[in-house]
């Protein structure tokens, strides 16, 4: 599994610390949070993979945190922790899109599975203004348990990767705005490279780009149409490489 951002939030400082030492000591990078408005404002600097939320909280309750953290990251995955039987408000957190459900007592094992068990497979950026093209993708990669996002023009590709934690970029060489070339010549002059799979329907009239695509080491370059399951087995070697790293 590969090193992920995660957000812990309880009020209860000695268990936050053993499941944050439990978290560093597997590989993960842990930031510890007190209360719910410690983790909303965490929220307001960075994206976290996953975040451990204790429901019962000093100042709100961590399903009306969560709510917010929703509203900041609407992908955000949440585990809410529990040492009390408050149906109603686990209800509500699982409503809101809680992806699981952690009773106290637990062991960190318990904490560690819980992790394998909910970890995305992965954020992709899907760079195509063809509405048809992305949204098949997107599904595509949906139904294997990718997280994904979909951008129009080069410069909101650019945007979002500068502002978000992306593991693969899909990116079409014709988008609008900005050249496919120019999206990743700007997040590598950035600092903000990505493994990055080039799709194009015009293979034959962007020889020289692609070429200095290939010399800029580009994981990848699919000619359109081409089978999904070419694109697919191309995200998962990626992700493959990822994991193993």
């Known amino acids: 599994m590969k090193r992920l ?15 944050g030492e439990a978290l560093e000591l597997a ?62 408000l686990l209800a509500e957190a699982i409503d809101q899109g809680a992806i699981k459900v952690l009773r106290k007592p637990f062991t960190m094992d318990d904490v560690l599975r819980t992790l394998r068990e909910v970890a995305p497979a992965g954020m992709v950026l899907v760079a195509d203004d063809d509405p048809d093209f992305a949204g098949g993708v997107e599904d595509m990669l949906l139904d294997r348990g990718y997280r994904v996002v979909v951008a129009r023009t080069g410069k909101d590709a650019v945007d979002r990767v500068m502002t978000g934690q992306f593991d693969l970029l899909i990116l079409d060489l014709r988008l609008p705005v900005m050249h496919g070339l120019d999206v990743y010549l700007t997040l590598r002059d950035r600092g903000k490279a990505i493994p990055t799979i080039i799709v194009t329907a015009f293979g034959g009239e962007e020889t020289e780009r692609i070429d200095a695509f290939r010399a800029l080491s580009v994981t990848g370059c699919l000619f359109k149409p081409f089978e999904p399951a070419q694109l697919l087995q191309a995200v998962e070697a990626i992700a493959g490489d990822g994991a193993s790293g």
Request: proline share 4%.
């Open 27 to 88: 590989g993960h990078n842990p930031v510890l949070a007190f209360t719910g408005a410690e983790a909303i404002e965490q929220y307001g600097r960075r994206v976290f993979d996953i975040t451990f939320m204790d429901v019962k909280l000093p100042d709100i309750s961590g399903v009306e945190a969560f709510a917010a953290i929703r509203r900041i990251a609407p992908d955000a995955r949440v585990v809410m922790m529990t040492g009390f039987r408050i149906d109603q």
């Open 5 to 19: 951002d995660i957000l812990v939030v309880d009020d209860d400082r000695d268990l936050a610390e053993a499941i």
